[in-house]
């Protein structure tokens, strides 16, 4: 059975951290774990919260492809979990009534000012492809 983009984000509500991967400016890959901070209401566009001043903004702004990848444990049953694999375009966004919309709780570890931490930015990655493995199904869905 192929996934639709709503079968799909209800299967990854649980997964909060994916690794971003970036080319690095030699030409390379560059990759980090990155938290979607429970923001799993997947449809199709993925946010994450960063300092202005860091290797990955200066990664996405030389070049905005972005590859994600999110992987869901087995069940208790012993299914396997799900493995996703997103590439789609980074882009940044710098608006405060976008940040409160998606801040949750948990960033205040790493941001202490909340949505007025000075240099604060948001990844934005649309997905333009989606492939997935569930262990009893794969496919891919272009969004």
């Known amino acids: 059975m192929t996934l639709t983009l709503p079968d799909l984000a209800k299967k990854m509500q649980k997964i909060d951290f994916c690794m971003m991967i970036t080319k690095s400016e030699f030409g390379a890959i560059a990759s980090r ?8 209401d ?10 202005t001043d860091t ?3 200066r990664e996405l702004t030389a070049d905005p492809t972005v590859s994600l990848t999110f992987t ?15 590439s789609g375009r980074g882009s940044l966004i710098a ?3 976008v940040f409160e919309a998606h801040w949750t709780k948990d960033l205040d570890r790493w941001f202490p000012e909340g949505i007025d931490t000075p240099g604060l930015v948001m990844i934005k990655v649309h997905a333009e492809t989606i492939q997935y493995w569930d262990g009893e199904d ?6």
Do not use: Q, T, W
């Not at 774990?33 to 799993?40: A, Q, R």
């Not at 444990?73 to 997103?86: D, R, Y």
């Not at 794969?138 to 969004?143: F, L, Y």
């Open 33 to 40: 774990p990155m938290s979607n901070n429970g923001d799993v």
């Open 42 to 51: 997947y449809d199709g566009d993925s946010y994450f919260f960063s300092y």
């Open 55 to 57: 290797r990955k903004i």
């Open 72 to 86: 869901a444990p087995p069940s208790l049953l012993g299914k396997p979990g799900i493995f996703v694999a997103v």
């Open 95 to 97: 608006d405060k009534a």
């Open 138 to 143: 794969d496919g891919v869905i272009r969004v």
